[in-house]
């Protein structure tokens, strides 16, 4: 089986925002048998953990990477530079790592697929992907969404 890249999260590694993980048995049944490649592209973008929580404002990770909207911490902070640069480090692991399939983290804003928090911090999910997600995507990866986190 391919090698797949898997947000480091859903592998037991302690990178979310709020400094905790998401590990759970469905996600080792989803990779059992592969070589998995853990990346967490927000902390390789320069991002502490844990750190403020963040959403997608104006759009989703297509557009973030279109220029037309932006990924902002509930404070108002801007991290869009350091969620685009954690993207393109985790396309570079993935390239380097022959992943052509990615396991990622649900509703997060570099991680998303299908489904993003809607900017409002309100816990409102609309339809869309993370940064990581879409850039992945633009680029030949199959993104799925973990099961059951």
Known sequence: MATILVSACLRGVPCRFDGRHKASPEVEAAVAG?????FC??????????????ELVGGDGHDVLDGTARVLEDTGGDVTAQFVDGAHRALEAARRN???EAL???RSPSCGRAQVYDGSFTGELVPGDGVTAA?????GVTVRRAPAV
Do not use: D, I, Q, Y
């Not at 592209?41 to 963040?54: I, N, S, Y």
């Not at 850039?135 to 680029?139: G, K, S, T, V």
């Open 98 to 100: 022959g992943c052509t």
């Open 41 to 54: 592209p927000e902390v390789a973008g320069g991002l502490t953990t844990p750190r403020r929580p963040a």
């Open 34 to 38: 592969r070589t998995v490649v853990s």
């Open 135 to 139: 850039l992945l995507e633009r680029n």
């Open 104 to 106: 990622l983290m649900p």
